[in-house]
């Protein structure tokens, strides 16, 4: 397959498990698809590929900049859009001790 065939995806970056902020939250990352299979090494047992671009992972400030840097650069691509961010409902700690709770106590 060659290398000019390679699509990159555009998205925005996901917040880490181990992430509570929200910092370095609205990036977008330009991530290119692998161009070749991967195989396992003979020698080691480890897989691998020829393909470096599959390892290069470029973050934009915006969607917008993604997108004017990919086509400066003849790159094909598609965008992924945002998902929606669930509403987290904030809790006081002593909600956890609150009368009348409805859920069991676990301790």
Do not use: C
């Amino acid at each position: 397959m060659s290398r000019d065939l390679a699509i990159a995806r555009i998205h925005r970056q996901p917040r880490s498990a181990m992430q509570s902020g929200k910092a370095r939250n609205g990036q977008w990352m330009l991530v290119f698809a692998p161009a070749e299979a991967r195989r396992q090494d003979p020698l080691t047992g480890w897989y691998g590929s020829g393909d470096t671009r599959a390892q290069l992972r470029i973050s934009f400030a915006s969607q917008e900049a993604a997108e004017a840097y990919a086509r400066a650069n003849n790159i094909p691509y598609e965008v992924e859009p945002p998902r929606p961010e669930a509403a987290l409902k904030p809790k006081s700690y002593a909600e956890n001790f609150r009368y009348g709770r409805a859920e069991n106590w676990t301790h």
